[in-house]
């Protein structure tokens, strides 16, 4: 199996006239020539302009559409999360009802009130 050259002289070597193309495309120009300037007449600037109208408004409606169901499916999702919360916590408290009051602070208050005691 012959060695491959380094990239770098690979790519030099293939020169300006073998430049890659889009997905098999030719190209149609050779070096240095320029499409000649055609004018565009008012009437296909209005149209132009005309469809640009358009198509703003249209994109800013389609925002607007999008901006409320997404408001809509995080309020939604909102509210599912608060609801699983709060059944985590009465499931909690039915589970644990005596954990709670075991707290430090209630602990502190029993020994307290033992000492208070004579």
């Known amino acids: 199996m012959p060695e491959r050259k380094p990239r770098h002289q690979r790519v030099a070597a293939r020169g300006k006239d073998q430049r890659k193309t ?24 209005d149209a132009r302009k005309a469809f640009r109208q358009v198509d703003a408004e249209k994109a800013v409606i389609e925002h ?25 916590k009465a499931k909690r408290r039915m589970i644990d009802p005596c954990k709670r009051h075991l707290t430090p602070s209630f602990m502190r208050g029993i020994s307290l009130f033992r000492k208070m005691e004579p």
């Open 64 to 88: 607007e559409i999008a901006q409320k169901a997404f408001s809509a499916n995080r309020e939604q999702l909102k509210v599912e999360r608060l609801a699983r919360e709060v059944e985590l």
């Open 22 to 45: 889009r997905q098999g495309e030719a190209m149609t120009k050779t070096p240095g020539e320029v499409e000649p300037f055609i004018p565009i007449t008012k009437a296909v600037r």
